[in-house]
C-alpha cells in the first residue's frame, strides 16, 4: 500500500525556491512596466490632491475600528482602483467575506487593473483557498510564501519537524495597496471573522487606511517579497490550474447574484456610499508625517541562533519611541510577552514617570493560551510598578449597559487581536506585529509608526474604549484581581480566579506554561 502511494506522494510536490528547475520557464504577468504610472494622478489621490500636495512627505490616516467597515472600505477602494491593487496577508480563509472581496478583485482585473496576490502558505492553507484561482486571470498574478513542498495531507506537518526552522517562520505581515497611493494595514487577514460582528467567534481588531507619501515605502517593502525566491507563483500549484475550479468559482458568484438581488442590491448600495464619502472628502483623515517598517523576508531563512540575536527595523524603532516618551504609553496588545529585557525597560520607564497602560486578552477571551501563561509571569511586576493593566472581556454581553455601542464588540465571543500603541499623544504605532516572541524571532511583520497629535489621540480614545469591555486586574495582597461591570449589574464585581473559566481552562493554561517562551 505504502509504494502504491509512493508516485501519488510525488505528484503532489511544488518549489520551495524560485531557483528550482520546474521554474526556469516561469514568466510574470505583472511587471514593473505596469507600475509606470503617477500614483498622484489617480482618481484615488485626486479626491485629496490638495492635501497631499501641501506639504511634501505629507500622508493621511484614518482609523477602521469595526470588522464591517474594514471589509467595505477594503471593496469600495477596489472598484475606486483604475491601475494596481496589491493584497499581502497571513490567513485568506476560504469564507464568504473572502469570496465576495474575490469577486471584487477579479472585478477590478477585468477593468485591467493589475492585481497581485501574495499568501502564506501556512496561514493560507494554499491548496484550498479558492483566491488561488484567481491565478487563471490575465490581469492577475497569486504567489504563495514559505511553502511546504510535499502537499500530501499525511506528509503536510511532519516536514516541519525537518525544515523547522524555516517553516516555523511565517509571513505576518498584513497589506492592502491601492494605486500605489493608499493601504491599509493593522491586525486582520482575510476572513469573515475578521469582518463579521455576527461571527460566533470575532476578532476584535484594528486597521488604519493611509493616503499619500508613506504608500510607495509599503509598496516596496511589497516588492521585496514579491520577488524573493521563496514567493513561489500559483502556477505550479495544482489547485490554481483547474479550469473546472474557476468556472464553478464563477458560477457560485453568478448564482448568488441572480438568487439573493436584494442582498446583492444592498451590498452594493454600501460600497457605493462608502465610495461618496470618500469622494466627497467626509473621510475623518488625520495629517502627518510617517514610516513604514517591514523585517525583510530573508528573516525566516536565518539559523535560531540569527534570530535570537536579530534586531531589525522594527524593533530599533520601537525601543526608540519608548525610550524618547516622556509622560506616558497606552498600548492595546492581542498577545503580549515582553521578555525580561522589555519588562526592565518599562519598569525603569513606568519608575521614571513614563505611565504606562495595558490591554490584552484575558485567558477566557484568547486563543492561545499559552501566550497568557507566558504573560502572567510579567504582570504582577508591572501592576506592582504602578502600570495599569486590563485584559479582554470574553464577550460584549459584559457590558455595563449599552454606553460602549463598537460594533466590532458584538459578538458572542470576541478575541482582541489589535497591535497598537500611543507613545504621549503624539505618536502611534499600528500593524501585523504582536509584542511577543514570535513576532521579534520567527514571523515576518510590518509596521506603521505616524507622527500626528489627531491621531494620537483618536488611537488613544480607542484603547481607552477597550478598558470599558475588559477587566482591571489589580493586587490583593500579592495576588491578582479582576474587577469589571457586568451587564445590569448596579456595582462591579470583582473576582479572585480568571473570570468566566472553567477549571479544565485553567489546568490547561497551566500546562501550557511548560512550552519554551521562545516558541509562544
Known sequence: MFVLAL?????????????????AGYVPKITAADFNYDPMNTPIAHCYKDELSATPGVSGATLIEDGLSAFVIRAAF???????????????????????????????????????????????????????????????????????????????????????NRLNSRMHNKLFIVDNVA??????????????????SNFSDTDVLFLGDMTRYATNSFNDYWEHHLSIPASVFPKAKSKRAMRQLERGLEEYSENSADAVKDYNSIINLAMREYRSKKFDFSWGRGKFLADPPEKVEMTMREKEQYRGDIITALQKLWSETEKEVYLSAAYF?????????????????????????????????TVYAKWEKYRKQLIESGADVYEFMLSAENLRGKEHDRERKQSSFSVLHSKTIVFDDDISWIGSFNLDPRSAYFNTENVAVFESRDFAQKLRGMIIGDTVTSWHVTLQDGQPRWTGWRTGASAPKTYKRSPDTSVFRRIWKSLCGLVPEKFV
Open 7 to 23: 508516485p501519488l506522494v510525488g505528484c503532489t510536490t511544488v518549489p520551495t525556491t524560485t531557483h528550482d528547475s520546474r521554474l
Open 78 to 164: 477596489a472598484r475606486m482602483a483604475t491601475k494596481t491593487i496589491d493584497l499581502q496577508t497571513y490567513i485568506y480563509s476560504n469564507d464568504f467575506s473572502s469570496k465576495v472581496l474575490i469577486g471584487e478583485l477579479k472585478n477590478a482585473a477585468d477593468r485591467g487593473v493589475k492585481v497581485r496576490i501574495l499568501l502564506d502558505d501556512y496561514g493560507t492553507k494554499s491548496d484550498i483557498v479558492d483566491v488561488m484561482l484567481l491565478n487563471q486571470h490575465p490581469n492577475i498574478e497569486v504567489k504563495v510564501f514559505n511553502t511546504v513542498s510535499n502537499r500530501a495531507r499525511f506528509l503536510y506537518y511532519p516536514q516541519f519537524l525537518l525544515d523547522f
Open 183 to 200: 493601504y491599509i494595514t493593522g491586525g486582520r487577514n482575510v476572513g469573515s471573522n475578521y469582518f463579521y460582528p455576527e461571527t460566533a
Open 337 to 369: 510577552v515582553p521578555g525580561q529585557g522589555g519588562l526592565e525597560h518599562m519598569l525603569r520607564e513606568e519608575n521614571a514617570g513614563v505611565h504606562l497602560t495595558i490591554v490584552t486578552n484575558s485567558l477566557a477571551s484568547t486563543n492561545a493560551p
